[in-house]
């Protein structure tokens, strides 16, 4: 069982930044491959960005590429999606999901094994 919880969601003006991170309480961080999902209301779950167990491979949605940043620090067990210019469309719950890793890359989806409980971002115009 892998426990995941992120934090550093909250309220911005349009234009501006936050930045997620979220915790994995594993012995063995480096086996997962890690993404962002979002959901806003009324909306299906959005895959946002992923990245490979070692880091050095990230994938995003279109709708965030040159935006938003995923990274990882597999010393910390601690996953970030670092995200600028942030646009009202953007007000979401994000969620902090994991899943094993398999191979070099990763895919963006909304379809992980483990998640956490959210954190939610407001973006005001």
């Known amino acids: 069982q892998v426990r995941v919880m992120e934090s550093g969601g909250g309220l911005v003006q349009a234009g501006g930044s936050l930045r997620l991170s979220c915790i994995l309480s594993?012995?063995?961080?480096?086996?997962?491959?890690l993404g962002w999902v979002r959901q806003a209301p009324g909306k299906e779950r959005e895959g946002v960005a992923c990245?490979?167990?070692?880091?050095?491979?990230?994938n995003y949605v279109a709708s965030v590429a040159g935006r938003f940043t995923i990274s990882r620090d597999n010393s910390k067990n601690t996953l970030y999606l670092q995200m600028d210019s942030l646009q009202p469309e953007d007000t979401a719950m994000y969620y902090c999901?994991?899943?094993?890793?398999?191979?070099?890359?990763?895919?963006?989806?909304?379809?992980?094994?483990?998640w956490g409980q959210g954190t939610q971002v407001n973006v005001s115009s």
């Open positions: 999901a994991a899943e094993p890793a398999y191979g070099g890359g990763c895919i963006v989806h909304a379809d992980f094994t483990y």
């Open positions: 594993t012995s063995r961080f480096d086996d997962w491959a």
């Open positions: 990245v490979n167990w070692r880091g050095d491979a990230t």
